[in-house]
């Protein structure tokens, strides 16, 4: 968003508070309703709506502009502000609650959705696995994952081994203890007594890393080599 117009939104938060920034979010989405229904992921949305900003415009001041400047297409911050609050002034913290909780489960799975479908394509070109089996993988991977997150098995919790900041091969990670798990269920051979000692040789192999964790980068060319 343009410097000038910048200004405009922070006199607005300064005034009304934090309120003011959400109003102002819900009017730039709705003025985009139909290009972010159409979009085909993440990144096609965010540029949507960056391109939408950047042609909001403020024609009011004493700034001299150009002929070319003055007709240029582009929303006004005037009026964008002016919807914000004729159409969501009235938005109250329950109602914003309430879509909250209606709507958390769709957009969580939609999130996990697109984490898996970034991953398997990351993933897909170094292993010769079939897409549909790395799909399978990446599935038991989680399910490992989660296991032991609600219902344990791994000293220190194993949700100090997820990090959404992290690309999305490296946000969940399995330490030994969960290899090991995984390993009887992956593995085309098992060793009797032995297999324990296999699964514990094979981790250190895979994980030479300080942390002792294991992404699901690893794990694939493992299984795909």
Request: hydrophobic residues 35%; aromatic residues 10%.
């Amino acid at each position: 968003m343009p410097f000038r117009c910048a200004v405009c939104v922070i006199d607005c938060f300064f005034f009304h508070g934090i309120k003011a920034i959400l109003q102002l979010g819900l009017a730039v989405l709705e003025a985009n309703t139909t290009a972010l229904c159409a979009s085909a992921d993440e990144g096609h949305a965010l540029i949507i709506l960056t391109s939408f900003l950047d042609q909001v415009k403020n024609d009011e001041g004493p700034v001299l502009r150009s002929e070319g400047e003055a007709g240029s297409e582009g929303t006004q911050i005037s009026d964008l502000i002016s919807n914000a609050y004729e159409k969501f002034g009235d938005l109250t913290v329950q109602q914003v609650e309430r879509m909250r909780c209606r709507h958390r489960i769709q957009v969580l799975q939609t999130h996990e959705n697109t984490a898996k479908e970034n991953t398997l394509r990351v993933v897909t070109p170094d292993v010769s696995l079939s897409p549909e089996d790395l799909a399978d993988v990446y599935d038991l991977f989680k399910t490992e994952y989660f296991m032991n997150l609600y219902w344990g098995g791994s000293q220190g919790g194993p949700l100090r081994h997820h990090d959404p900041g992290r690309p999305y091969t490296e946000q969940y990670q399995l330490d030994r203890t969960q290899f090991k798990s995984l390993y009887q269920l992956l593995a085309p051979w098992l060793c009797g007594t032995h297999t324990h000692t296999v699964a514990n040789r094979t981790f250190s192999l895979l994980s030479p890393n300080t942390d002792s964790l294991l992404n699901f980068r690893q794990l694939a060319r493992w299984l795909g080599d």
